[in-house]
């Protein structure tokens, strides 16, 4: 699917013509500049590789700064693959928000979700707990319970739903609107939350 790629800024809400009010998250997308094009006959599929954000020099390894230099590219920050671009793309053309989305599109939204550390069940999984303090239960309201069998198989089975790391994960949402553009500033609205924390790098596709 053709996309871009571009940068959480947070959320608001806004106001339609007829009074509704719409939260939305604002996306700082592209401009994305076309890195390298890959074809069936050297690559075994069609694609286009779009870079976005700024990198230091220092920062970028020597195989992609030659790459950068040969074909008179800045370094950027992350490289994403996207497919089925109607329009014939050569590398360094620069894609921006409106040349690719429009408003009422509904658009796929994939982002790494906000990691939470290490937690427990409740949290992790939404289990209730014990549901009270009665019967001695005078620390256990969170806990998880039994976890293993007694005679057989005598242990806990794999995929037990028990504490851990929680977030952190690619999450995409579907269908959510494009609300607004405003192309000056390379700015997209959509409707509802999207994945990841303010800053984070997401992938927009149409």
Do not use: W
Not at 17 to 38: K, L, S, Y
Not at 154 to 170: E, N, P, Q, W
Request: charged share 25%; with cysteine; net charge positive.
């Amino acid at each position: 699917m053709p996309g871009l790629l571009g940068k959480k800024l947070g959320m608001t809400s806004i106001f339609t013509e007829d009074g509704e009010n719409i939260p939305v998250t604002v996306v700082e997308v592209g401009p994305c500049e076309v890195f390298a094009i890959r074809s069936k006959e050297n690559d075994g599929y069609q694609a286009v590789q779009l870079g976005f954000g700024k990198k230091k020099e220092k920062q970028v390894n020597k195989a992609q700064l030659e790459y950068c230099k040969k074909n008179n590219l800045e370094p950027v920050y992350t490289l994403r693959e996207f497919r089925n671009f109607e329009e014939v793309l050569n590398v360094g053309d620069k894609l921006t928000v409106d040349s690719v989305f429009a408003e009422g599109d509904k658009v796929k939204v994939t982002g790494k979700s906000i990691g939470k550390g290490f937690q427990g069940v409740v949290k992790r999984h939404g289990f209730s707990g014990v549901g009270g303090q009665t019967h001695g239960q005078h620390n256990r309201e969170r806990a998880p319970g039994s976890i293993g069998q007694s005679s057989y198989p005598s242990r806990v089975l794999k995929g037990m739903k028990m504490a851990g790391r929680h977030g952190g994960t690619i999450h995409s949402i579907k269908n959510l609107r494009v609300v607004k553009i405003i192309s000056e500033k390379n700015l997209i609205m959509l409707k509802g939350a999207v994945p990841g924390k303010v800053n984070s790098i997401i992938e927009i596709n149409k």
